[in-house]
């Protein structure tokens, strides 16, 4: 099955400063009443639980045929779960100049990928993760698909829709998106979180190797003066962080290859609402990986900002 992938024209790409999403009249589509919650986690406990612990998260799979040889492969990328029947990516996880790619599925409710069921270690299990057929792929008409030899960050952010919807349950559900004070914070100096199944270490052979097990991180959130700083110190990286972009990373903990299109979150309580998981970035890009001096202490991750595309977002979906 070869699944539409196409461009949305729109009138704005960055969200107004007097824009009131909570207004547009496709709000009542997100932010359920469950979303950024983790119910899972009553149920196995502790401070330790993972099993459950991201409903939201998405592993987005493709396969992807290079146009020169022929050759058919699968490609992953991370996602997270907005809507009932909406997933949030990266763009250049569905869509380049070198690959024909077909067959979307998004699977929901993973943990372990060598693993079914996924039980923790008192042997209790979740329900089997599902896999649901993408019914279409939006992606952001700014989006300027790239080859190997080139990557370009800007709105590199796609939308994916099951028309059945996703069936909700303690271990499947939505993140919530930014309203509010959100819509205008500056995250610089906040701890953030984000998860994945993308490389996590080298081997000796300087090759990444790959969980199966879902990896989490927390990670300082930079302003754009220090990330400028450390983009500066990489040789033929761009420099500037833009205001669409996050960027953040540690020496040791960052996103990385796999991780493209994961969601990048926070916990805070916004209009007094109890404290919720909110999703304020997607990963798209990192620093190259050989150099050992991690740019004076940082190793920066660039992630689209959820906020300055919330309008477009939004106006692409439906019922």
């Known amino acids: 099955?070869?699944?539409?992938?196409?461009?949305?024209?729109?009138?704005?790409?960055?969200?107004?400063?007097?824009?009131?999403?909570?207004?547009?009249?496709?709000?009542?589509?997100?932010?359920?009443?469950?979303?950024?919650?983790?119910?899972?986690?009553?149920?196995?406990?502790?401070?330790?639980?993972?099993?459950?612990?991201?409903p939201w998260m998405v592993v987005v799979i493709t396969d992807k045929t290079d146009l020169i040889t022929g050759q058919t492969s699968p490609f992953q990328c991370g996602g997270s779960i907005i809507s009932e029947k909406y997933i949030l990516s990266a763009a250049h996880c569905f869509i380049d100049l070198i690959h024909d790619t077909s067959n979307i599925r998004f699977r929901v409710g993973e943990y372990d990928l060598a693993s079914k069921p996924d039980c923790d270690a008192n042997g209790v299990c979740a329900p089997n993760s599902i896999e649901y057929l993408a019914s279409e792929v939006i992606i952001h008409h700014e989006y300027i698909?790239?080859?190997?030899?080139?990557?370009?960050?800007?709105?590199?952010l796609a939308l994916g829709r099951v028309d059945q919807g996703f069936v909700f349950t303690d271990f499947v559900l939505p993140i919530c998106l930014e309203y509010g004070y959100l819509l205008h914070q500056n995250y610089g100096g906040l701890i953030a979180e984000t998860i994945g199944w993308g490389g996590y270490r080298l081997t000796q052979g300087d090759k990444l190797e790959y969980p199966t097990v879902i990896q989490k991180v927390s990670l300082e959130a930079f302003d754009q003066p220090t990330c400028t700083q450390a983009l500066s110190l990489i040789p033929d990286f761009a420099s500037v962080i833009p205001e669409w972009q996050i960027c953040a990373g540690t020496q040791t903990q960052y996103s990385h290859l796999g991780d493209s299109g994961g969601p990048m979150f926070i916990v805070k309580s916004v209009q007094g609402d109890i404290p919720r998981q909110f999703q304020i970035g997607i990963f798209i890009s990192t620093a190259p990986i050989g150099d050992t001096s991690w740019y004076g202490g940082i190793r920066p991750s660039g992630y689209t900002r959820v906020a300055s595309y919330l309008q477009w977002i939004l106006d692409q979906m439906r019922d």
């Open 1 to 54: 099955m070869k699944i539409l992938v196409c461009f949305i024209i729109a009138i704005a790409s960055y969200v107004r400063c007097d824009f009131d999403p909570t207004q547009h009249p496709n709000w009542h589509l997100v932010n359920d009443k469950q979303c950024g919650l983790q119910p899972a986690l009553r149920i196995f406990g502790g401070q330790d639980a993972s099993l459950g612990e991201f």
């Open 145 to 156: 698909p790239h080859d190997n030899f080139s990557y370009h960050s800007h709105a590199d």
